[in-house]
């Protein structure tokens, strides 16, 4: 996982510009989500701020994440029907699913099916792709 260090005003104009009230709490979600890459949970986001916030509710980051959502600062990922993980909208990417650890992980290396264009006569817009099987780091810890 890449760690990246966001400001908080790059934060604060990035919700600006999707017309998103930057909020102490809105910018405090967004600034975990850019900066831990991790498609976190609303518990997992919770979990971790609310030392920093105490005020903080699982409703606020649930509601935080939906209305980034909307405005489409960021996305939900379908990849596990059990619960729900969010991600930025940055470039286009795929996923690919830990049956072991549970870590997911961006994927930017498939092009094949970036090429597909139609299928059965359908017009492919966007497409996404959730890969599951063990991730090279546990295939390490098993050798
Ligand atoms: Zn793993
Ligand atoms: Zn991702």
């Given at each position: 996982m890449k760690k990246l260090?966001?400001?908080i005003e790059n934060v604060k104009n990035l919700l600006?510009?999707?017309g998103v009230k930057p909020s102490f709490q809105r910018i405090s979600v967004l600034?975990?989500?850019?900066q831990e890459n991790n498609h976190p949970s609303v518990d997992t986001i919770y979990k971790n701020l609310v030392s920093q916030i105490p005020t903080l509710s699982r409703t606020t980051?649930?509601?935080t994440l939906k209305l980034l959502s909307e405005k489409e600062v960021i996305s939900t990922l379908s990849i596990s029907n059990t619960d729900l993980r969010?991600?930025?909208?940055?470039e286009p990417h795929d996923h690919f699913q830990c049956n072991t650890c549970g870590k997911i992980y961006d994927i930017?290396?498939?092009?094949?099916?970036?090429?597909?264009?139609?299928?059965?006569?359908?017009q492919v817009?966007?497409?996404?792709?959730?890969?599951?099987g063990t991730c090279?780091?546990?295939?390490?810890s098993l050798n």
């Open positions: 260090r966001i400001s600006e510009a999707k600034k975990y989500l850019l980051v649930y509601n969010f991600d930025f909208v940055g930017y290396e498939i092009s094949d099916f970036s090429e597909l264009k139609t299928v059965d006569g359908h817009q966007e497409m996404q792709l959730h890969l599951k090279n780091r546990c295939l390490e």
